[in-house]
């Protein structure tokens, strides 16, 4: 009968003294619970992970109606798809443009080329450029797998140029993220 009422009472004496230790040293005790849970990222057994700069909140549109034989600032396209000026990429951050979709009205029988420009002040470079036949009314998606990184403090524009007969300028929009590396 006594070792009934033994086994109860040293569970209870050694509940207390775990307590006692955690409220003393609170240091040690979450260095042995932080042991105790530790999340491992292998093929057999994933962890859960959030690209940050795939967040909603760092998501970025801008689009650029450009006339033919002009250069056009882009403007930012807000979450309610209203018109928020022209778009500038933040201090400290990047903007990584992943895809672009550009649409022409054109008459047949000739080229248009498009010019991607980040300017900086009076400074001003062709990041990237495209030609394509022109053709009526004509929509191309491109995607860029690694990103096209546009530095803080720039602003992209649009130059659209064609050898087309009729030509109603280019609608181009593009669409990346902010990212702080």
Not at 74 to 102: H, S
Request: charged share 10%.
């Amino acid at each position: 009968m006594k070792r009934i009422y033994q086994t109860p009472l040293c569970l209870l004496a050694s509940a207390a003294l775990v307590m006692a230790v955690g409220m003393l040293a609170p240091s040690a005790a979450h260095a042995v619970i932080a042991t105790l849970v530790q999340v491992v990222n292998t093929p057999a057994n994933p962890a859960i992970t959030l690209d940050v700069s795939r967040a909603a909140s760092q998501i970025i549109e801008v689009q650029c109606n450009t006339p033919f034989g002009l250069s056009q600032p882009c403007t930012f396209v807000n979450p309610d798809a209203a018109n928020g000026g022209q778009f500038t990429v933040p201090a400290g951050q990047k903007l990584v443009i992943t895809e672009a979709d550009l649409t022409t009205n054109d008459s047949a029988g000739g080229t248009n080329s498009i010019q991607l420009i980040q300017r900086l002040g009076q400074n001003n470079a062709v990041r990237e450029g495209w030609t394509f036949p022109s053709g009526g009314a004509v929509m191309r998606q491109l995607q860029f797998g690694s990103g096209i990184v546009i530095g803080p403090g720039y602003q992209i524009e649009i130059n659209f140029q064609s050898t087309a007969l009729i030509t109603n300028g280019a609608t181009i929009t593009l669409r990346g993220y902010l990212t702080v590396n």
